[in-house]
C-alpha cells in the first residue's frame, strides 16, 4: 500500500501548490491593472466598447475570476446601449504570474436597457450626425452598410457566455407598444465554427405605452448554436422552445405552447432561411412542417409544407372558450386534419394543394393570393356535406312556432341586417366551387357547381348549377351594394326536376307531383328579410307536365259543388284522392311581393282549370279562385252529370294563410255554382227560344215560298193567255 501513500502525498503537494498560488495571486496581483487588456480583449473578441466606472476585485467561488461592479456596454463605436450592476470573468490562473489575462467565462448580471423608436422611427441607439437629413441619412445607410461588408468577426472563444437577469424595455410609439423582457441566457464552448449549448428562459410582457391591455409570455428555448464567421451563417439544430402566454384579452389563459426544431439555418449573404423538422403541439392539436425562404431581406419568397394531424375542432374550440351552437349532430366536429403546400413571394401566396378533412366531408382547393393589391382566385372541390347536421336542432315547439305565422304589422326592429355591406365592397376576386352529394335543409344535391366573381362592390354568380331531383337547376345572381341599399337580381331556371320529392324533403309537403320547369326573372332591394320579401319584383313561368295534385280531387269539389246546389247527397268515397293532370301552366307576375297568376292552365283528361288570383309573399296569404271545367267522358261514377254541364265552369275559392292550413284553403263557391246553373237554364231556354223562333221563321219562309210558287203559276197562265189571245188575233187579222 507504499504507492497509495504516494499517491496521497502527490496530490496533497499539488493543492497545497494551487491554494499558494492562488494565494499569490490574491496577494501580490491587483486586477485593476487589467481594465485595459480587458477592454481591449472585449473589443478584439467582441466588437464592444466597456466602460469601467468601479474598481476590479478578484473572485474565487464557483471559479477564480474577476469581478466589476456599474459597467456598460456599447457596440463598437455607437452610444452605450445598456449597462450591468455586475460582471464576472472567469481567467487562466497560469497566465496570472506572467501578468496576463485569458478570459473563459463571462457572466453579466442584471442588464438594464431601455430601447426606444419615436413617432419619427429614430430609435434612441442610433445618433444622426447634426445637420443630416433624411436624404443624407439614406445615404449614410448605404455607406455604412458598404462598411460592414468589410467587417471581420473577431475571434470568440469563452467555455461559459451567460447573461443572469437582463431587463430589457422596449418601446415604439409608432404603433403605441411596449415589451418588458426579462431573460437569462447561458452558452457553453463559445467557439465560431464549432456548435453552442444554449439556453435561455424568459418572461416577456407585451402592452400599451401605459401598460394597459399586458399579453405576458413565459418562455424557455434551448438549442445547439453555431455561428459560421467567414460564411456569415447561423445554425440551429435540436431547437426546443416550451412557452405560454396570459392575458386578459385571450380566451384560454394560459395558452400552452411547445415547438420543435430539427435543424434552423440561415445564410446571410444568400439571404436564404430553412426549417427542418418543426414540429409544434398546441391545444391538442400536432403540426409538422417545413419551410424555406429566400432573398429574405430585399426580395422575400418562400415555400412551405404543413400538416395538421387529426384532431378534435369540437375540442380545441372547447379549450378556447369559444362555445358552439346546438347543433342537430352532437357527434360533428369531432375530427378533422389539413394539408397545405404553399409557396409566395411578399406580394403573392399560392396554395396548390389545400386537402381538409372534417367529419365525414372532402374538400380539396387551390388558392393564388395578391397581395397588394388584395385579392383571389380559389378553387375549391368537396364531396359529402350534410349542412343539417350542423344546423340547430328544430324542436315541436320551434317547429309550432314556425307554423304559426307572425302577423304583418309584428315589430322587427330587433332584426339584424343579412348582408355584410363593408366586407362585400372589399371584397376582390373569383371562387369556383364544385361539389358532390350535398344535404342542406333536407334537399338531396347530386352535385353543384357554382363560378363566382367579387369586384367594385358587385358579387357575380354566373351561374349557379346544380342536379337534384332527376332534374337541373341553373341561377343566374347578382348582388350590388355600391349603393345606399344592397340589391339583388336572380334569374332561375328548373329543367325537368320533380316537384314531389323535393318538396317533401325540404317542407315535408306532399301537395304536388311532376316534372317542374321553371323560368325567369327577379329582381329585390333591402337588406333584411322584410324588405327582400316586400321588394320583390319579376316573372316567372312554371310548367309542370304528367302530375297531380296529391290529396285534392277537383272533380270531387266540382261535384260537391253540384250536389250542394241541387240540394243532393254526394257519396265520398267513390272519388279518388288526386288530381291527375297532363300539364299546368303557371304565368306569375310579382309586384312588390304580391305574386299575381292570370292565365293559369291545368289540363286533364277529365278537368280544364283555369285560375287567377293574389299570394301576398309578406303576409303569407293568398285569395285565389279557379273555374273548373268537367270535360271529356271519364267523370266520377258517383257524380253523375248530363252531357250539358260539360264545359261549364264551376268556381273554386281558395283564401287564407297558407303556411297555417294549405289543405284547407280551397272549397267550392255554392253560389257561384247556383250562377253556373242559372247562367245554364238561361243559355238552355234561350237556345230553346232560337230553337222555336228558327222553326217558325223556317216555316213562315216555306209558307211564303209556296205562295211565291202559286203566284209565279198564276203570273204564267196569264201571261200565256195574254199570248194565245195575241196569237188568235194575228190569224183573225191575215185570215
Not at 325 to 341: R, T
Not at 446 to 466: F, I, W
Not at 472 to 497: E, Y
Request: with cysteine; glycine share 6%.
Amino acid at each position: 500500500m507504499v504507492w497509495v501513500k504516494r499517491l496521497g502525498l502527490l496530490l496533497a503537494a499539488l493543492v497545497v501548490l494551487i491554494v499558494a498560488a492562488i494565494i499569490y495571486v490574491l496577494v501580490f496581483v491587483d486586477p485593476n491593472q487589467f481594465k485595459d487588456e480587458l477592454k481591449t480583449i472585449a473589443k478584439d473578441k467582441a466588437n464592444v466598447t466597456l466602460r469601467m466606472d468601479g474598481d476590479i476585485d478578484w473572485s474565487i467561488y464557483p471559479r477564480v475570476g474577476l469581478s466589476l461592479e456599474n459597467f456598460g456596454v456599447a457596440l463598437g463605436n455607437d452610444p452605450e446601449l445598456m449597462s450591468f450592476s455586475k460582471a464576472e470573468f472567469g481567467v487562466q490562473l497560469m497566465p496570472l504570474f506572467q501578468q496576463k489575462i485569458e478570459v473563459d467565462t463571462v457572466r453579466l448580471e442584471n442588464l438594464t436597457a431601455n430601447l426606444k423608436v419615436d413617432k419619427n422611427g429614430h430609435p434612441n441607439w442610433q445618433v444622426e450626425t447634426a445637420g443630416t437629413n433624411t436624404a443624407d441619412a439614406s445615404t449614410d445607410t448605404t455607406t455604412d452598410s458598404s462598411g460592414d461588408s468589410s467587417f471581420t468577426m473577431p475571434e470568440i472563444a469563452l467555455d461559459e457566455l451567460a447573461l443572469v437577469n437582463a431587463h430589457i424595455i422596449y418601446e415604439d410609439e409608432r404603433t403605441g407598444m411596449r415589451s418588458d423582457v426579462v431573460s437569462n441566457v447561458t452558452f457553453k464552448n463559445v467557439r465560431l465554427d464549432e456548435s453552442w449549448p444554449m439556453e435561455l428562459d424568459a418572461k416577456i410582457t407585451q402592452s400599451n405605452l401605459d401598460g394597459s391591455n399586458p399579453l405576458t409570455a413565459e418562455v424557455d428555448f434551448g438549442a445547439d448554436f453555431t455561428l459560421f464567421a467567414e460564411r456569415q451563417s447561423v445554425s440551429l439544430a435540436n431547437l426546443a422552445l416550451n412557452g405560454s402566454v396570459s392575458g386578459a384579452t385571450l380566451p384560454v389563459s394560459p395558452l400552452d405552447m411547445k415547438l420543435n426544431v430539427a435543424q434552423l439555418d440561415f445564410d446571410l449573404p444568400q439571404e436564404n432561411a430553412s426549417i427542418e423538422g418543426l414540429a409544434i403541439n398546441t391545444l391538442g392539436m400536432n403540426i409538422t412542417g417545413q419551410v424555406n425562404a429566400y432573398q429574405v431581406l430585399s426580395a422575400p419568397e418562400f415555400n412551405a409544407v404543413v400538416d395538421v394531424e387529426q384532431f378534435s375542432p369540437k375540442a380545441v374550440l372547447s379549450k378556447l372558450k369559444i362555445a358552439l351552437p346546438e347543433m342537430a349532430d352532437d357527434s360533428v366536429l369531432e375530427k378533422a386534419s389539413l394539408n397545405i403546400v404553399a409557396e409566395g413571394t411578399a406580394h403573392r401566396i399560392k396554395a396548390q394543394p389545400i386537402s381538409i378533412m372534417f367529419d365525414d366531408t372532402a374538400i380539396e382547393a387551390n388558392a393564388l393570393v395578391n397581395l397588394d393589391p388584395l385579392n383571389w382566385d380559389i378553387a375549391i372541390a368537396g364531396k359529402n356535406l350534410d349542412v343539417d347536421r350542423y344546423l340547430p336542432p328544430v324542436t315541436d315547439a320551434e317547429q309550432n312556432a314556425e307554423e304559426a305565422a307572425a302577423p304583418a304589422d309584428a315589430p322587427t326592429g330587433t332584426e339584424q341586417d343579412l348582408i355584410p355591406v363593408e366586407l362585400v365592397r372589399s371584397l376582390n376576386g373569383h371562387i369556383g366551387v364544385a361539389f358532390d352529394n350535398i344535404k342542406i335543409k333536407n334537399l338531396q344535391l347530386d352535385k353543384l357547381e357554382l363560378d363566382s366573381t367579387q369586384a367594385n362592390g358587385k358579387v357575380r354568380v354566373a351561374p349557379a348549377q346544380v342536379s337534384l331531383y332527376d332534374g337541373q337547376a341553373t341561377v343566374q345572381a347578382l348582388l350590388d351594394v355600391t349603393g345606399k341599399t344592397p340589391r339583388i337580381n336572380v334569374s332561375p331556371s328548373i329543367d325537368s326536376v320533380q316537384i314531389l320529392p323535393l318538396l317533401n324533403d325540404f317542407m315535408a309537403l306532399e301537395k304536388i307531383r311532376g316534372a317542374t320547369n321553371l323560368s325567369g326573372d327577379l329582381t329585390t332591394k333591402g337588406n333584411r328579410i322584410d324588405d327582400l320579401i316586400s321588394n320583390l319584383n319579376g316573372d316567372l313561368l312554371v310548367n309542370i307536365a304528367d302530375g297531380a295534385l296529391i290529396g285534392t280531387n277537383y272533380t270531387q269539389m266540382v261535384c260537391k259543388g253540384i250536389a250542394l246546389a241541387r240540394t243532393e247527397s254526394l257519396n265520398d268515397d267513390s272519388f279518388q284522392d288526386d288530381t291527375p293532370f297532363e300539364t299546368m301552366r303557371i304565368p306569375a307576375k310579382i309586384v312588390n311581393g304580391q305574386v299575381s297568376t292570370p292565365g293559369l292552365t291545368m289540363q286533364s283528361l277529365t278537368l280544364g282549370v283555369t285560375g287567377d288570383g293574389t299570394i301576398s309573399l309578406p303576409t303569407n296569404s293568398l285569395k285565389y279562385e279557379t273555374y273548373v271545367a268537367l270535360v271529356g267522358s271519364g267523370l266520377d261514377e258517383s257524380c253523375a252529370v248530363s252531357e250539358s254541364i260539360a264545359n261549364v265552369k264551376f268556381p273554386i275559392v281558395c283564401e287564407g294563410n297558407y303556411l297555417e292550413d294549405a289543405a284547407g284553403l280551397c272549397r267550392p263557391d255554392v253560389k257561384g255554382f247556383v250562377k253556373a246553373f242559372a247562367a245554364e237554364d238561361i243559355a238552355k231556354a234561350k237556345a230553346k227560344l232560337e230553337a222555336e223562333k228558327a222553326r217558325a221563321q223556317e216555316k213562315l219562309d216555306a209558307e211564303k215560298a209556296r205562295a211565291q210558287e202559286k203566284l209565279d203559276e198564276k203570273k204564267q197562265e196569264a201571261k200565256q193567255e195574254l199570248e194565245d189571245k195575241l196569237k188568235n188575233k194575228l190569224n183573225n187579222f191575215f185570215n
